[in-house]
């Protein structure tokens, strides 16, 4: 990573399938907000030089207070959202400083990401324009119609499961979303949102502990990695 970067960190969900009344992204992991874990990760990191927090707009205050308690020095801006994750995206990315030449886009409810797979990458970015973290798919996909009837079954081979941080060169990313807006078109994830203007996007391999924290049964697991995490980290 030799280029100035900037992150885009995505938090305005309400995290319904949590099935709590706290939005996920402010639950406790090891006594600290799961998104609190995730600012600190990128915090740490050398190469970015600021971050932009996209939250709801009702939590705009708490989080500039999260920030401030937790000294997070590179958040430089903390916004509201929009009514759509990409529109929170871009919200983001207006957001940064101009000396981003790059951005990376994160969830924030993946405090388990490592420094390692960061770098790698936004060195494929650095190479190609755009690049995803992902991972192989383990198992076998099945394409269902609308009865339930199995109508294919794609080569394993060639299916990812698609990760954050996703990373892009910066005037790539805000002018595919540029497009998008103009067009009302909404995709899954901005590397779609890129894909559509002809621009190749690359991979670049994750890790299968890269958990995005979504339902109950995420947050015990989240517990038992960091946990991990911090034992190999104290090893060294």
Not at 100 to 110: K, T
Request: aromatic share 6%; charged share 25%; hydrophobic share 40%.
């Amino acid at each position: 990573m030799n280029a100035h970067w900037g992150a885009v960190v995505v938090a305005a969900g309400r995290g319904s399938r949590m099935g709590t009344k706290e939005s996920k992204q402010y639950l406790p992991l090891h006594g600290k907000p799961i998104l609190v874990h995730t600012l600190e990760l990128f915090q740490a990191m050398n190469e970015i030089a600021d971050i932009a927090l996209v939250v709801g707009a009702d939590d705009v205050e708490r989080c500039t207070k999260l920030v401030q308690e937790y000294k997070l020095g590179k958040v430089t801006a903390v916004v509201a959202g929009g009514s759509e994750r990409q529109h929170s995206v871009f919200a983001g990315i207006k957001a940064l400083s101009s000396a981003a030449e790059w951005v990376m886009v994160h969830d924030g409810v993946r405090p388990l990401v490592t420094q390692q797979a960061i770098r790698a990458c936004c060195e494929k970015a650095e190479q190609s324009g755009a690049a995803v973290l992902a991972v192989p798919v383990k198992d076998t996909i099945k394409q269902v119609d609308d009865t339930g009837l199995i109508v294919s079954t794609p080569d394993r081979r060639s299916l990812w499961a698609i990760q954050t941080p996703q990373a892009f060169r910066r005037d790539l990313l805000t002018a595919a979303h540029e497009r998008a807006a103009e067009e009302h078109f909404l995709g899954t994830d901005d590397a779609m949102v890129v894909e559509r203007t002809g621009a190749p996007v690359v991979i670049a391999e994750g890790d299968y502990t890269n958990i995005k924290i979504t339902t109950p049964d995420d947050l015990p697991w989240a517990e038992f990695l960091l946990e991990k995490q911090w034992r190999e980290e104290n090893k060294q």
